[in-house]
């Protein structure tokens, strides 16, 4: 069944043909953008939808979560407020909680969290393991993970467990955990970074990965200056996540590169960490995406319209940047081509907003705007 979405005050479609209309219409058909123009030449359809003026716009792609999990971690979030500072340490308190939880609980965390970004505009969603850390417990979470979200990622390099040899678990992690894992997930990830991996423990699991066929990303530069974004770029990962703190160098390699980098504002704001240079990164070139970050420690958030205000409001990124980064440059951190714009043939993921204009996301910062979404053609709310 078709569905004209007419009168529309402002489409942002992110092809660079169509650009951002004024006075427009879409049909969905099949769970497909069919036709976009102007509302007046709109074609009839089975069904029709009255924006009546509001904006209408991708649906958000948020390209990094952790929602395998249980647990909470309030008590180690107020002790950050209170100037503690934030390590990768505290992955521990999850893996603990992770590990004692049922399938059926980490099942339920999974969909009230995607439930609750959908709400919320987001239409694609990726998320990873890494709170297992042992064979079975990555296999289940990925499992899980597949059950649910749009795009799944190993992350069994996420920390090395409390006790265990380093060495050891990444042989582990590059052997019979990442067997395990793969045929259920589409991406792995490891988490280069002080307290965590170094530059020759993340190479080998990214070589050990992609020698099975899986895509790359990188957790890199969150917490300094590191190998992270120079691995990432050398390898040809797909996308580099955090790039909290990068050197020029790091910035040059970006901008000549196809690796994404991917920014999690509402983390550093979590772990009251400098916010990431993204309007050098977009002025050198590079391809900057947003996203949640969403996980129980270090940004607990599904709120992809927070980080684009945070991107405009406090790291000077034009709202027609933070909207795309959070749209159309996640959809290519994970190697799509079908999400994140509205061009004729595209998944039809929208979200109306209530409001006239994506201006408003950071113009009226905190309220909430999602008016209606459509995820693959069907409303969902």
């Known amino acids: 069944m078709s569905t004209l979405i007419t009168d529309i005050g402002e489409l942002t479609t992110n092809d660079p043909e169509l650009g951002r209309l004024t006075d427009a219409a879409l049909v969905v058909d099949d769970g497909r953008v069919a036709w976009v123009g102007a509302a007046p030449d ?6 029709r939808f009255d924006a009546a003026g509001r904006a209408v716009l991708p649906g958000w792609v948020d390209s990094h ?13 107020e002790a950050r407020m209170s100037g503690k500072p934030y390590t ?19 099942a339920a965390t999974v969909r009230r969290h995607i439930a609750e970004a959908v709400s919320q505009g987001t239409t694609c969603i990726e998320t990873k393991t890494g709170y297992g850390l042992t064979t079975a417990d990555e296999l ?5 993970a597949a059950r649910h979200a749009d795009e799944t990622t ?29 045929p259920h997930v589409r991406w792995a990830d490891v988490f280069c970074e002080q307290g965590a991996f170094d530059a020759d423990q993340s190479r080998a699991v990214l070589e050990a990965a992609a020698a099975r066929g899986l ?39 970006l901008a000549n590169s196809g690796t994404v980098a991917t920014l999690l504002p509402a983390c550093d ?5 400098s916010l990431p240079p993204a309007r050098a990164l977009l002025d050198a070139g590079a391809t ?13 958030t599904t709120s992809m319209a927070y980080c684009v205000t945070t991107a405009v409001l406090q790291m000077r990124m034009t709202i027609e940047e933070a909207v795309h980064a959070a749209t159309k440059a996640g959809a290519i951190a994970l190697n799509r081509n079908d999400i994140g714009h509205l061009a004729v043939g595209a998944r039809a993921d929208l979200h109306v907003l209530d409001a006239p204009s994506t201006t408003h996301l950071a113009y009226r910062p905190g309220v909430p705007l999602t008016h209606a979404v459509w995820r693959k053609g069907e409303r969902v709310r």
Not at 140 to 144: N, Y
Not at 170 to 179: I, P, S
């Open 154 to 182: 190993f992350l069994g390099a996420h920390l090395v467990p409390p006790g265990a040899d380093a060495d050891a678990y990444v042989a582990l992690v590059c052997g019979e955990m990442l067997d395990a894992v793969a």
């Open 140 to 144: 289940r979470s990925a499992r899980i």
């Open 42 to 47: 709109a074609p009839a359809a089975d069904e």
């Open 288 to 300: 900057v995406a947003l996203a949640s970050n969403c996980n129980p420690g270090s940004s607990y």
């Open 269 to 273: 704001l979590s772990t009251r960490q």
């Open 65 to 77: 979560t952790h929602l395998v999990f249980a647990g909470d971690r309030t008590a180690e979030f």
């Open 215 to 253: 895509g790359l990303r990188v957790h890199g530069n969150q917490l300094g200056e590191g190998p992270g974004v120079r691995l990432a770029v050398e390898l040809g990962a797909a996308s580099v996540d955090h790039c909290t703190y990068l050197s020029a160098a790091d910035v040059d390699a």
């Open 88 to 106: 990768a340490g505290g992955i521990a308190t999850t893996v603990d909680a992770t590990r004692a939880a049922s399938d059926a609980e980490l």
